[in-house]
């Protein structure tokens, strides 16, 4: 990072880490059946049928043509995504979008891909995806179930993205072994797992993940749904590890076994970065790191390094054809 980025926070969003140190950070903590564990929450999301519907919204976004569309996810969940399909050309490969807490703000991909469809899931309880009595507060969402690992939010949350990837099979069954995954932050956290136990993902996109190194990040003063989940932990510790042992996306990572390109940030006060890169640290080659200055933030340069990564990005991407 060129220089001290000034902010107002009343932490460091560096935590005092320097690059290299980041790059030194491992997990010290695997629960047992944990590879056990998301293999069942894989193979109840296969048991699903999609019966995947879309409808035209009429109307089209950079070269997109933008649709609804609903399929069937577990927990009698009929989950709502927004599905882009280019203006012109065939499909001949796709992408699965995981959204951060934030939502999808703007129905669009800024990444330049040809004759791809674009699947982006709006996660149970939130936007497109109403689940009562799931809140769509992130800080209440994060915590919904969390008493209970089989029954925890985040795991149904993976699960849409899996049955996101069978809808996009069943409407285009042309795309098997050319679906690729983007996700950030919430999603990215959730691309992880999901992108580690689905060999139906080829190729995948982690930007500023979440979920990573549980026993360092809960310590860390964060913002947003970090800090729901560091206040829970504060005040039933031995009940918040039981179950978010199992939810860190580092030791997911070490599972992945299609190419991984990281966007990882320095500074980040939403997502810390030692939770980031301990994640990336995990995951085996062949993976490519692309370093931000900050992550839910902005600086001076963040345009610009946005750029760079979406040049980056329809390169990574294009090899899926």
Known sequence: MPC??????????????????????????KPRGFKGFWQGKY?????????????????????????????????????????????????????????????????????????????????????????????????????????????????????????????????????????????????GGLGIFASAFDSRIQRAHFHVPTFGNVPLRLKLPTLGSGAALASFYQQQPKLALSTLRYFDSATAATYLRCPSHWALALFDPHVAPPGQFTAYNQAPQPKQLFVLSAGHFDYPEKQTQQQQLNQQLASYFAELA
């Open 4 to 29: 001290k980025l000034k902010h107002n926070f009343e932490f460091e969003p560096d935590y005092g880490y320097k690059l290299v140190q980041l790059k030194a950070l491992h997990p010290n903590d």
């Open 43 to 187: 193979q109840q999301a296969l048991q699903i049928k999609s019966h995947v519907s879309i409808e035209n919204s009429h109307k089209t976004v950079n070269n997109w043509r933008i649709f609804k569309c609903f399929y069937n996810s577990t927990k009698h969940l009929r989950c709502g995504a927004w599905l882009l399909l280019p203006s012109s050309g065939v499909v001949d490969s796709a992408i699965i979008s995981a959204h951060g807490y934030g939502g999808i703000e703007q129905v669009d991909c800024a990444i330049t891909l040809n004759n791809t469809a674009v699947l982006m899931p709006c996660s149970r309880g939130i936007g497109l995806s109403p689940k009562p009595p799931i809140s769509d507060n992130p800080m209440w969402h994060v915590l919904h179930n969390i008493q209970d690992k089989q029954r925890y939010v985040i795991g149904g949350c993976v699960q849409d993205l899996w049955c996101g990837v069978s809808a996009l099979l069943d409407l285009f069954p042309q795309v098997n072994r050319k679906l690729g995954l983007i996700g950030s932050s919430f999603g």
